[in-house]
């Protein structure tokens, strides 16, 4: 290991500008990433050498944890932060003579996701064996599905914004090529003090989605919007919790630039990505990086790279240039995986054995883009706004509870939820869940304001004071701090009297 850190270390210097003239190694300034997204077409202007422009292209690699409360093939929990290889079953660790059961759950959840991404549901799925060596791989091989996975041929709409303005923004739609089931691996912790690798096996054989997204994205910022709708879906559905913090959802992104009319570039792999905000940096650094190369005259290389979130840059991690050969084979422990709907369901048939696909389509919830819609509809209020409600974990359950508990109208209250309240959650780093201020508290406050009783700016002091959690009420705030708007003239005119007989000079 610590030949080969050496080696990556010395590359990663090299590649992120160490020790050589020029601008700063980190992503490529704002302006040249906004006109990269902004382009209708995709394409970036020409660069130095002027010759045509380039068209950056971005596919995407998402793996998502199956909500499950156990394993793919195993009854071992599932359970994060556990401590390590706690949770491991016999065929967790490989024994001889251990054979694979397969999770009902875990395809109801893929079989679901498939449906609200559009898919074809494939009546007949096949398991296989992968085969490559790591350390925290202990059978030798991932099962997988890489003939023919459970779900194909869907797509995913999702929204951004042009320029950066929440007011105007674009609908684009990228095509799903498959959902597959499989096996996660374990995880390796390297300790460089004691030159050591330790192998921890809770998450080997915890399921998996893999979604493949087609290269049909130019950027960052669409990449990053695309995986943020899916990680909604993802949440709304229940298939799985997608915390990227928890590594949950991870994201592998092919990034490759062309001239217009010309074959695909060579293209460049960016593993393992767990942040929304990171994959945006990570793409158009490589897009940029790409471009910067091809221009000086160099050649891009067929590699596996890892995006660097302190340089602000992606480093060299292994090359492609000899394509790896995982000997595919059919899983033969494991039977072809049969699915039926409404029309093929035999009469005598026990249900409690079978996935029905019909009915699964029959309980999906509302999905992100029907909720905002519904949002925009009963609210009247901007559909950019039924964006940043969805975007934040529980922010529009919060908004519709408030809204029921008080009388002021709905385009008033969006304005408190979106300026003040998520003010407030951002500064302090924490969901609306977590809030000291409940909607019961912020629907009384606002009352209060709607009968006149307070003014704007007092129910903003009073909306500071409740965030400190002390457990008062709106009203006894009020109180304590003579925060009441004065209904009665007489007592107005005695108060200004008092000020000018006290301040006869002034």
């Known amino acids: 290991f610590a030949a080969r850190g050496c080696g990556v270390f ?12 020029g601008p700063s190694p980190g992503p490529f300034p704002r302006r040249q990433r906004a006109v990269a997204c902004n382009a209708r077409g995709g394409a970036v202007p ?25 394993k793919l093939f195993s009854g071992s929990q599932v359970q994060f932060a556990a401590p390590p290889n706690s949770l491991v079953s016999f065929f967790d660790a490989s024994l001889p003579g251990t054979l694979p059961v397969l999770n009902r759950r875990c395809v109801e959840a893929a079989v679901m996701t498939g449906l609200a991404l559009n898919c074809s549901i494939n009546k007949k799925s096949l398991f296989d064996r992968k085969h490559y060596f790591y350390a925290d791989l202990p059978a030798g091989y991932q099962i997988t599905q890489q003939r023919v ?13 042009i320029d950066n303005k929440m007011s105007q923004m674009v609908t684009k739609t990228v095509r799903i090529k498959q959902i597959q089931l499989e096996q996660d691996s374990g995880k390796s912790l390297h300790d460089d003090t004691r030159c050591q690798t330790l192998v921890d096996l809770n ?28 990680q909604l879906i993802l949440q709304t559905l229940g298939s799985s919790q997608a915390v990227m913090a928890e590594g949950q959802l991870r994201v592998d992104a092919n990034v490759s630039v062309h ?80 699915l039926y709907d409404a029309k093929s369901l035999p009469a005598n048939m ?14 999906l919830p509302d999905l992100p883009s029907v909720k905002r819609e519904k949002l925009v509809e ?106 009441e708007l004065l209904q009665d003239q007489k007592e107005l005119e005695q108060i200004c009297q008092a000020v000018i007989d006290g301040h006869e000079n002034e």
Not at 10 to 18: F, H, I, L, S, Y
Not at 149 to 159: F, K, R, T
């Open 10 to 21: 010395g590359r990663r210097a090299r590649q992120c500008g160490a020790g050589r003239p």
């Open 46 to 70: 020409a660069g130095k050498s002027g010759l045509a422009p380039w068209i950056p292209v971005v596919g995407l690699e998402i793996h998502a944890q199956i909500s499950s409360n156990s």
């Open 149 to 161: 996975p459970i779900a194909v041929n869907g797509s995913l709409s999702y929204s951004l914004c």
């Open 203 to 230: 998450r080997a054989g915890v399921g998996l989605m893999e979604v493949v997204m087609e290269p049909d994205m130019c950027c960052g910022e669409e990449a990053a919007a695309a995986v943020r709708e899916l």
């Open 259 to 338: 001239h217009p009319g010309e074959p695909y570039g060579v293209r460049t792999e960016v593993k393992n990505i767990n942040s929304i905000r990171f994959l945006a940096k990570a793409v158009d650094y490589e897009i940029q990086r790409q471009i910067e190369e091809l221009e000086n005259g160099g050649t891009i290389l067929n590699e596996t790279r890892a995006f660097d979130s302190k340089l602000g840059c992606t480093v060299p991690m292994r090359d492609k240039e000899g394509k790896q050969d995982y000997r595919f084979m059919p899983e033969p422990n494991l039977p072809p995986l049969i």
């Open 350 to 363: 026990n249900h409690q054995q079978v996935i029905n696909i019909d009915w699964i389509h029959e309980r």
């Open 378 to 483: 009963q609210y009247g209020i901007l559909p950019e706004h039924s964006f940043t409600l969805l975007n934040e974990d529980g922010l529009a359950e919060f908004f519709e509870s408030v809204v029921k508990q008080t009388q002021m109208k709905p385009k008033r209250v969006i304005g408190w939820i979106l300026n003040d309240m998520l003010s407030y959650l951002k500064q302090h780093s924490i969901t609306v869940k977590e809030s000291p201020v409940s909607s019961f508290l912020l629907a009384d406050l606002l009352n209060l304001l709607e009968k006149k009783e307070i003014s704007s700016t007092a129910a903003k002091q009073v909306l500071a004071e409740l965030w400190k959690g002390e457990g008062k009420t709106p009203l006894d705030i009020v109180k304590e701090q003579k925060l």
